[in-house]
């Protein structure tokens, strides 16, 4: 059974440009949620998709947006980058909302 | 306002010495409490689910346990190997986000 994964590992970019991040769920769960960690602290949750819609949504502005794909798989997008958006942003699957998450290995995206 | 706290903030013990971690919690209604590992730079690795006060889960060296406020991880002759953060979540009822604390450094010391 394969876990979660995503992509890139890391990522440079300047404030301002745009980034998407891409995940692929564990197989047979069908519930993706994303999280920001940064240096120290522990996850804040940014959002969850189910089953295509969003399902919840922490205290992000709406320049944090997402997607997920009928075979499950989901993109975070960050539009208009700021210094404070450098942090290791996780994603999460789980068979059901709500149920146990599985996170992924992260992305760690730094912005210069 | 749902918070967890986690304490102490860092630990370090001697290899073979047993000790506990403490997750403290505020939530308006508990649908469960999550314990997590974390190597640095890694996505955190589920450990169990806590779903009512006097639940206890265990694994290899880990046990987890559950009251009203507070949950514990006692970690018995640790071994190097279980140097990691260790994080606490909770999930309240009809809410989807997990609710993290800032975690508990462990170092194991050979």
């Known amino acids: 059974e394969t876990g979660v994964t995503q992509s890139p590992t890391h990522l440079i970019k300047t404030r301002g440009q745009q980034v998407t991040l891409r995940c692929s769920s564990q197989?047979?769960?069908?519930?993706v949620s994303w999280y920001q960690q940064a240096l120290g602290q522990g996850p804040q949750f940014i959002f969850q998709y189910y089953r295509e819609e969003e399902n919840g949504r922490g205290n992000f502005p709406p320049r944090f947006s997402g997607l997920q794909f009928p075979n499950y798989s989901s993109e975070l997008n960050v539009n208009a980058l700021e210094l404070d958006d450098s942090a290791l942003y996780l994603c999460?699957?789980?068979?059901?909302?709500?149920?146990?998450?599985?996170f992924g290995p992260g992305t760690r995206l730094t912005v210069l | 306002e749902d918070q967890v706290t986690q304490s102490p903030e860092a630990l370090r013990l001697q290899e073979g010495e047993s000790s506990s971690l403490n997750c403290s919690y505020t939530v308006s209604g508990l649908r469960g409490l999550f314990w997590y590992r974390q190597d640095p730079g890694k996505g955190p690795e589920f450990l169990f689910t806590?779903?009512?006060a006097g639940e206890e889960k265990e694994k290899e060296r880990l046990k987890a346990t559950l009251t009203k406020k507070e949950s514990f991880l006692h970690i018995t002759a640790p071994k190097p190997e279980d140097s990691a953060t260790y994080l606490c979540?909770?999930?309240?009822?009809?809410?989807?986000?997990?609710?993290f604390g800032q975690g508990t450094r462990l170092t194991i010391n050979p």
């Open positions: 979540a909770v999930q309240v009822r009809g809410a989807q986000k997990l609710v």
């Open positions: 999460a699957s789980s068979r059901d909302s709500p149920d146990t998450q599985y």
């Open positions: 806590l779903y009512s």
């Open positions: 197989s047979g769960h069908n519930t």
